[in-house]
């Protein structure tokens, strides 16, 4: 009779983890395109595997051999792989070069993420599919206490960005009834048992020592995780309302935000965080530019792609040019390239009276010019004669005098031309070069808004 017992509990189980899996695709609304499915050949990622393979057709094995461990790793292999065959599944595999003499973990890690993404693409997937479960979610979350992380104890989601973990509000101990109950073939990592290593030391060390004095079970730690992300979420979706009401988009690569904004009860540096971390700057550099108002003029702090400075009581993000710094020669027209924006030059039998004053649109007597004309980034000592001034200035005097800010500077370019600087794009023409009731001819530099580009 015990046995007759245990046999249900175990069909039963299996049966959970199915519909457990099932229900996490109908949820998120998760159909049949193809799915990169991270194995290593251990109990959790073999049992993924197999549930999957009874619920979906279109799956990509991707398994990595980092060659740490001599024959073993081959097996481990090798189980992934016959498996694959068995199932008729997409194997794909990666030969991970020689460890590196510093973090190990992060090196695998790194390696297998590159792949996977490397296979989303040539297989034109839209998730990679991983075994985290409910005993690794506890882990993830000692380990961010410990390591004092901006989300405290709250560890990995079941979804982040095209990373779904179908499993991980399932304990281990279920996983281990489903691979009895279907025979799943498994390899064993002996390396889990290294304490070496900070999570296999909190799994084998720490987190049973502790719920020995303060007992606590997994579904505590799950139920915590769905709290802890339900607050997260509403937070998440109060700070989106309101920099949309409060972040001032001044054209597609420039964005500004006003301190006099930001309420006093709520930390700058959070704020900023929640802006900036999607342009690529984290709490470190977002810790930085709180400070820019306290710091010289014309200070910034910026990444690859992005600019962020502050001035006249405004943070400034701004996008780095798409093109390079070089000259660019215009020999005819019409002429179109792309800088924050994109730009065309035409030419035309006549002014157009109702483009005076605009500022994204500029006309000039196309007599008065001469080809080739340059197009290029501004330098110090350039000078030219601004419309309605007799003489002439320095065109960084002239940005200053246009109250531009230190970071917006190199966004401008100049039209150069034999006869000198015709024009600072996106600001001001010469007055040498201004069209007058004779003009014949009329040169128009024009930014071409989205629709028009579209």
């Known amino acids: 009779m015990e046995g007759v017992l245990a046999q249900s509990t175990i069909t039963n189980s299996t049966a959970i983890m199915i519909s457990t899996i099932e229900s996490f695709f109908k949820k998120n609304s998760i159909g049949q395109e193809p799915m990169i499915v991270g194995v290593s050949g251990g109990k959790d990622s073999m049992a993924l595997l197999h549930a999957l393979s009874q619920l979906k057709s279109d799956l990509v094995v991707a398994h990595v051999n980092y060659h740490l461990r001599g024959n073993d790793s081959n097996q481990d292999e090798a189980v992934v792989q016959q498996f694959c065959q068995e199932h008729n599944i997409i194997f794909e595999k ?125 579904a505590a730690n799950i139920e915590f995780q769905k709290k802890s992300e339900n607050q997260l979420r509403w937070i998440e979706w109060f700070t989106a309302q309101w920099l949309a009401e409060n972040i001032d988009q001044k054209d597609s690569a420039n964005l500004e935000l006003d301190s006099a904004k930001i309420p006093e009860a709520l930390p700058t540096s959070w704020i900023l965080y929640q802006w900036l971390h999607p342009y690529g700057f984290g709490h470190k550099e977002t810790d930085s530019i709180a400070q820019l108002p306290y710091l010289q003029s014309g200070a910034k702090i910026e990444n690859q792609e992005y600019t962020v400075g502050f001035h006249l009581g405004k943070w400034l993000l701004t996008k780095k040019d798409l093109i390079d710094s070089a000259s660019i020669s215009i020999d005819e027209l019409p002429f179109h390239w792309i800088n924050h924006e994109a730009w065309e030059m035409t030419s035309s039998p006549q002014v157009n009276p109702g483009w005076y004053g605009v500022s994204d649109i500029h006309q000039l007597d196309l007599q008065k010019l001469q080809f080739p004309m340059v197009l290029r980034r501004w330098k110090t000592g350039d000078e030219f004669q601004p419309l309605g001034m007799k003489g002439k200035m320095k065109v960084a005097d002239f940005l200053n005098k246009k109250g531009v800010p230190a970071i917006k500077k190199d966004q401008y370019w100049l039209l150069d031309t034999p006869h000198g600087i015709a024009c600072i794009v996106g600001l001001q023409i010469a007055e040498w070069c201004k069209i007058k009731e004779d003009s014949k001819e009329v040169l128009v530099i024009r930014r071409q808004h989205q629709q028009e580009s579209e």
Not at 102 to 112: E, S, T, Y
Not at 141 to 160: A, D, E, V, Y
């Open 94 to 218: 990666r030969d991970a070069a020689e460890a590196p003499q510093g973090n190990l973990q992060d090196w695998a890690r790194n390696i297998r993420m590159d792949f996977f993404q490397e296979l989303k693409t040539k297989h034109q997937a839209l998730w990679i599919v991983l075994a985290h479960h409910a005993d690794d979610l506890r882990e993830s979350q000692w380990l961010k206490f410990l390591r004092l992380s901006l989300n405290g104890i709250m560890g990995m989601k079941p979804i982040n960005q095209d990373t779904l973990r179908p499993l991980l509000y399932t304990p281990r101990a279920e996983i281990e009834k489903y691979i009895v109950a279907h025979q799943v073939p498994f390899r064993d990592d002996q390396s889990n048992f290294d304490s070496k290593y900070n999570r296999n030391w909190l799994r084998n060390n720490l987190i049973p020592e502790v719920e020995e004095r303060f007992p606590t079970s997994i």
